[in-house]
């Protein structure tokens, strides 16, 4: 089947229950006899029912009823244009029967009817105008130009071997290679911060990471080495922009993997038309219901990946450059991030509140950011580039979000299951 616009309307209408009850039957006897529309079917159920918020579902309607609007159009101006041009060949035909003194029944040619001038305007294509974003986005995160495809022996299990027991034997993690994008000119690491536009150079140092209570303890001496880390969280605009350069038997096959889509999740993501696109509003906001994962998925397809533990804290801290705050930039959080007091308990657009003295925005506040590590406790002796525990079911998650006080202390530690994610986790990437 021709998955047209048509089409989608009617898998819409069927997903949303507007369908008859006869033409509900026909349409499962159409889904059961055809594989790509029932992988379709399949992937609008997922990501039309999973949205419950009722903006969203108004969005729909009337984008629906735009269409319904234009394709009523559509037809009547294909009328008008039929019986107008069947008209003008009658009057054509009148004159000549004029002027040759000919009878009226002996001019004309059988296939110039008014019929046949509707069939031959029925054959011209009608396209029907597709949803687009009203206005672009400034941050999506330095996306190449080109869409290059994620690497097969990268991609993230659905749920990995070592995750499904509590607390069994995980052997260490190790560094993939980082692909690069086709357009990539070079493969060295760039000399100066202005190479990566969108990322911040962290020179390398030693810290005291982590703190004297609960799960920050001990407090040990850790040697970073120097790295790049994006100024801002990854947004909405910019995983829509990786989901859809992706082909479709990948979407099919790890799209539930990387997001959730259940309402309690409060994915800003919707699919229309055969695009993911944010939701009006929020396409400069961080995504958020993304699996850890979903955002390796997201790092290692342009080229980076999720930072460390260790990496994260120090940048939090400003990379030996600034006073010790307990929060990222400041001893007070009012100015530096979105927290519970002035959030409104919703994410706000990156890159408006002050940034630390790196030039890093939202470290501290508006969303939970993964880290790549494993949780765990912390080792009491000094460390270079430590990569985490080799044991533990969940990753580490940093920063703090909207909801938060406590959690926005550059200390301050979070863990949640690899494959679950909420309305207040996101994540960031750095580079070697």
């Not at 990471?209 to 605009?237: L, W």
């Amino acid at each position: 089947m021709d998955l047209n616009q048509s089409t989608y309307e009617q898998i819409e209408a069927y997903v949303m229950g507007r369908m008859s009850e006869a033409d509900a039957l026909q349409f499962d006897e159409q889904i059961a006899a055809d594989p790509q529309l029932k992988a379709e079917v399949a992937l609008q159920t997922e990501l039309i029912r999973g949205i419950e918020d009722e903006g969203l579902k108004s969005e729909l309607k009337e984008l629906h009823g735009e269409l319904v609007h234009t394709q009523q159009v559509v037809l009547r101006n294909r009328i008008i244009m039929g019986v107008g041009g069947g008209l003008v060949l009658l009057v054509i035909g009148l004159l000549f029967i004029f002027k040759d003194n000919k009878p009226v029944g002996n001019d004309i040619p059988p296939d110039t009817s008014v019929t046949d001038s509707l069939a031959q305007i029925d054959t011209l294509p009608h396209i029907l105008p597709e949803p687009t974003l009203e206005e672009p986005v400034a941050v999506v995160n330095n996306l190449p130009e080109k869409q290059p495809a994620i690497p097969a022996e990268v991609t993230p299990p659905s749920q990995p071997e070592e995750d499904t027991t509590e607390n069994s034997p995980i052997s260490p993690d190790t560094v993939l290679p980082i692909p690069q994008p086709p357009d990539t000119q070079e493969t060295d690491i760039p000399a100066s911060p202005a190479d990566i536009p969108g990322m911040v150079f962290i020179p390398g140092g030693e810290f005291m990471m982590g703190g004297r209570m609960g799960n920050e303890t001990p407090a040990h001496p850790v040697q970073v080495s120097a790295f790049y880390m994006d100024q801002h969280e990854v947004t909405n605009a910019a995983y829509c922009y990786f989901l859809n350069a992706l082909d479709r038997q990948m979407i099919d096959e790890r799209l539930s993997q990387w997001l959730i889509t259940d309402p309690v999740a409060g994915s800003k993501i919707a699919y229309r038309s055969g695009q993911f696109v944010p939701r009006k509003g929020f396409e400069s906001h961080p995504v958020v219901a993304i699996t850890w994962h979903g955002a390796k998925a997201y790092a290692q397809w342009i080229g980076k990946r999720l930072p460390t533990e260790a990496e994260w804290e120090y940048a939090a801290r400003g990379g030996g450059q600034a006073p010790p705050y307990p929060f990222a930039g400041s001893s007070n959080p009012a100015g530096i991030s979105w927290n519970q007091v002035n959030s409104r308990n919703t994410t706000h657009p990156v890159g408006i509140k002050t940034p630390n003295v790196l030039g890093i925005y939202d470290l501290s506040g508006n969303v939970w950011e993964w880290c790549n590590d494993r949780f765990g406790p912390y080792r009491d002796d000094r460390q270079t580039d430590p990569i985490g525990p080799t044991y533990g079911t969940e990753r580490v998650l940093r920063g703090g979000s909207f909801k938060d006080l406590d959690g926005l202390r550059v200390n301050a530690r979070w863990h949640f299951a690899p494959h679950l994610s909420r309305e207040h986790i996101g994540f960031r990437c750095v580079v070697d």
